[in-house]
């Protein structure tokens, strides 16, 4: 029997308020936790006030409702079908000889749509407001700033201590011994005053200082003189350079391709960006795998059975996918397998879970 576009609106509402309530309840008590949070943290920071504060949480807000968009699809489908299964309406559809796989068309119709839209529209917004977030946390929690940028000119890099700073660009990165290539060295005396600039062939970073060859020195009160080896103090580390990368979650999804190139192109590995950005393609698919699941756990409950077995099993599934999603995530930055499996394994696990409880449930 073919669908009725009565039926499959009805069950669309069902599941769109459903989604929503379970999505504005979920947020309510993120929001809430987040701005606890950023209370503990900004305790004895006179700058940081409850103001900056919830300012702080509102920015992040959007990277949290990406991160429990899936948990919110699946408890979402779970109050929809139990809703649904509790007033007998499952039963009526499957006695007029509609089939459970037809009845999920308009949630995963939905939830695809869903999954498509914040992948190409709500992300970019996150990865906007996170980047805020990142800034006023860096400006009134951890007082640092970024030290580094990479672009299609090369990378550029800035240290500072006491007496100033180094301002460097290179055009190219030698990343396991972490030397730098056609290097140019703006040294500051503060944060403006200009003191002197170095040119040189090479810049490898060792413990506490730059071991800089073949370079040429010039300062305003002297003309450029040419050495074969300069030492340049410096406090950096290959670990702190590393961290200093825009993180993945900052990029928006049409910007991550190209973010990747001018890594590779400079020298750094893009490994941590291209799992993230192979994660978002598969997203749509782990958010429809919820509504999967969710259904194999809420379809064929009735009164007596009652709501325990439906929470009980979304609770448990939750974590499961919780504990997955981070194990496998974890495998794939340590390189241990291919970063397109390790960003597909969570949506084509969960998928196949799904449609195997369904088949091993369904009788026809």
């Not at 672009?151 to 301002?167: E, F, K, T, Y």
């Not at 040119?199 to 040419?226: C, F, M, N």
Request: with cysteine; aromatic share 10%; charged share 15%.
């Amino acid at each position: 029997m073919r669908l009725s576009s009565t039926l499959s609106s009805y069950v669309g509402r069902q599941y769109a308020f459903w989604l929503a309530s379970s999505f504005c309840a979920l947020m309510g008590i993120a929001l809430l936790f987040d701005v606890v949070e950023m209370m503990r943290r900004a305790s004895g920071k006179a700058d940081a006030t409850m103001g900056v504060v919830i300012q702080m949480s509102l920015f992040k807000l959007p990277h949290l409702v990406e991160s429990m968009l899936p948990f919110t699809i699946l408890f979402g489908a779970m109050f929809a079908f139990w809703r649904l299964a509790n007033a007998n309406e499952i039963i009526v559809a499957r006695a007029a000889g509609v089939s459970i796989w037809q009845f999920l068309v308009p949630p995963i119709f939905l939830t695809l749509a869903l999954g498509i839209f914040q992948v190409t529209i709500f992300n970019p917004f996150s990865a906007v407001m996170l980047t805020k977030f990142e800034s006023v946390e860096a400006k009134y929690l951890k007082r640092t700033t970024s030290m580094l940028n990479i672009s299609r000119n090369g990378l550029w890099l800035r240290q500072s201590d006491a007496g100033g700073q180094a301002v460097i660009h290179a055009l190219r990165v030698s990343k396991e011994e972490m030397k730098l290539h056609d290097v140019i060295i703006f040294l500051f005396e503060g944060s403006e005053k200009f003191v002197g600039r170095v040119d040189a062939e090479t810049a490898q970073l060792k413990v506490g200082y730059w071991d800089i060859r073949d370079a040429w020195i010039s300062t305003p009160k002297r003309a450029a003189h040419h050495v074969d080896r300069h030492e340049l103090p410096s406090e950096l580390t290959l670990t702190k350079i590393q961290e200093s990368f825009a993180s993945p979650e900052t990029m928006s999804f049409w910007d991550l391709p190209g973010f990747v190139d001018e890594l590779e192109a400079a020298g750094f590995s893009s490994h941590r960006h291209q799992l993230h950005y192979y994660s978002l393609l598969a997203l749509p698919i782990l958010l429809c795998s919820m509504v999967l699941i969710a259904a194999a756990f809420t379809v064929h409950i009735n009164k007596r059975s009652g709501a325990s077995f439906a929470i009980i099993g979304g609770v448990v599934a939750s974590f499961l996918l919780y504990i997955l999603g981070d194990v496998v995530h974890a495998l794939g930055l340590s390189t241990n397998v291919p970063t397109q499996l390790a960003a597909w394994t969570p949506a084509g696990v969960t998928t196949m879970l799904g449609l195997a409880l369904l088949l091993h449930l369904e009788d026809g």
